[in-house]
């Protein structure tokens, strides 16, 4: 699939408020932004024309944008978060996506984190999570298959969601995480495994034919080179501390 947009969101101040359950220690903000700012221009690189939404006050998670909506080819499906503090994140995202998309919005009591959805093509893997519910899940699932789309809801048992531990780097494979290595719901794809002491690698970004990873994985980039993609390596330790990564700074399509 060809993305042409993204949408991001610099982060505030007050980052280090956020939810996490790092033990890394408090993110420096002046680092973070200009991670952040190498995020946008990565993205700028790999083609897409990049939105950059005003930090939103009080709401220290808001740069995770790709939480607050799943944009499909069709609609844009405004969650529910699964985090309370989070809830009030979703209708400025839902402002910037109106002139793109058809709104949908996911209703309680189902919740859902953009983070536990992974779409390879037109089929949707949804990650059942602490932040994701069945009814969450069955609201988008339901919204995808009106459009032609698949969907296969899959149980996240380590990470904070699906895509902490999964992510599409090509049309039919995956980098996953060893416990999603032979997982059943996965068959039919081919599977690059990280190693266990590289786990954080598997949140990396296949944007346009490139693959945007974290630094830091030496051992990932490697098996990652084998595709023969582009590689754009990004810090993302500021982040990394408040248990986000590449996938959940941005919603692209
Ligand atoms: N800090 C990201 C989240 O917990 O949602």
Redesign the pocket.
């Known amino acids: 699939m060809t993305f042409t947009h993204a949408i991001t969101r610099r982060p505030v101040k007050e980052l280090a408020a956020?939810?996490?359950t790092s033990i890394l220690g408090p993110p420096d903000y002046i680092k973070a932004l200009d991670q952040f700012n190498a995020y946008v221009n990565a993205l700028k690189q790999c083609g897409l024309s990049v939105t950059v939404l005003d930090p939103l006050d009080g709401y220290p998670?808001a740069h995770?944008v790709e939480?607050a909506a799943v944009v499909t080819p069709d609609i844009a499906v405004i969650t529910n978060p699964g985090?309370a503090p989070?809830k009030g994140e979703v209708p400025s995202i839902a402002a910037a996506l109106q002139p793109f998309r058809k709104i949908v919005w996911v209703q309680p009591p189902g919740t859902l984190?953009g983070g536990d959805v992974l779409m390879v093509d037109r089929h949707f893997f949804i990650g059942l999570s602490d932040r994701t519910n069945e009814q969450g899940a069955r609201q988008l699932g339901d919204a995808v298959t009106g459009f032609g789309c698949t969907w296969t809801p899959v149980r996240v048992a380590a990470g904070?969601h699906f895509k902490s531990s999964v992510n599409a780097v090509g049309s039919d494979t995956l980098l996953t995480t060893q416990p999603f290595a032979d997982h059943p719901a996965l068959a039919g794809f081919h599977r690059i495994v990280i190693s266990a002491q590289e786990e954080y690698a598997g949140n990396t970004l296949w944007v346009n034919g490139h693959l945007i990873m974290p630094t830091g994985f030496p051992d990932t980039r490697k098996k990652l080179e084998t595709l023969g993609r582009p590689i754009i390596e990004l810090d993302t330790s500021e982040f990394r501390k408040?248990?986000?990564g590449l996938t959940c700074l941005s919603l692209r399509f």
Do not use: Q
Request: aromatic share 8%.
């Open positions: 956020g939810i996490t998670d995770f939480d985090a989070r984190d904070l408040m248990d986000g």
